[in-house]
T-cell receptor
């Protein structure tokens, strides 16, 4: 079944550095979404990239999508302590009727 | 900001007891999802409603779990009888799928979850 899989699993960086996370999936998609989850809270939608897009920006976030490799990356530039969270990619299938398949998540720790 | 509200936030009970979790989706949203999150399995989809009708509950153990939407402002997830392996964080999410046409794959908005512990 379709499943986002993030890599690496855990990342620890200094404040101000960039953080990059990768996600791979197995089947054709309509779009790919990234979510953030702070400890003890629900997931928060960050950015959505459609299958016909290659790159998208939102503030300090940059997402790329390579459908030929079935992979995506999320880059957080100039990281802040408040970026400490788990980051999940989720894929929406064509005709998936709004269901998402989530990966296991990347734990990012930004050290002040 | 509109938010998905889940109650209770925490629940501890003994095995065999009935557990009811409630969710108030964002007003105007027409899709509701129930997920279960554990360290081992990650985020699993349990049930999915669209316009209050169940579209997919294949991820839910049918013998003990049930999900309903009595009205557009309330979704419930019940476990009866509960077992220790049901211990997890249960999330509700809602979304707006444009009808009759439009891309159905829209962002989902999550509540803060119900942390369930079955002793």
């Amino acid at each position: 079944s379709q499943q986002g899989e993030e890599d690496p699993q855990a990342l620890s960086i200094q404040e101000g550095e960039n953080a990059t996370m990768n996600c791979s999936y197995k089947t054709s998609i309509n779009n790919l979404q990234w979510y953030r989850q702070n400890s003890g809270r629900g997931l928060v939608h960050l950015i959505l990239i459609r299958s016909n897009e290659r790159e998208k920006h939102s503030g300090r976030l940059r997402v790329t999508l390579d459908t030929s490799k079935k992979s995506s990356s999320l880059l957080i530039t100039a990281s802040r302590a408040a970026d400490t969270a788990s980051y999940f990619c989720a894929t929406a299938r064509i005709y998936g009727n709004n269901r998402l398949a989530f990966g296991k998540g990347n734990q990012v720790v930004v050290i002040p | 900001d509109a938010r998905v509200t889940q109650t209770p936030r925490h629940k501890v009970t003994e095995m065999g007891q009935e557990v009811t979790m409630r969710c108030q989706p964002i007003l105007g949203h027409n899709t509701v999802f129930w997920y279960r999150q554990t360290m081992m399995q990650g985020l699993e989809l349990l049930a999915y409603f669209r316009n209050r009708a169940p579209l997919d509950d294949s991820g839910m153990p049918k013998d003990r779990f049930s999900a309903e939407m009595p009205d557009a402002t309330l979704a419930t997830l019940k476990i009866q009888p509960s077992e220790p392996r049901d211990s997890a964080v249960y999330f509700c999410a809602s979304g707006l799928v444009p009808v009759p046409e439009g891309d159905p794959n829209q962002p989902q908005h999550f509540g803060d979850g119900t942390r369930l512990s079955i002793l």
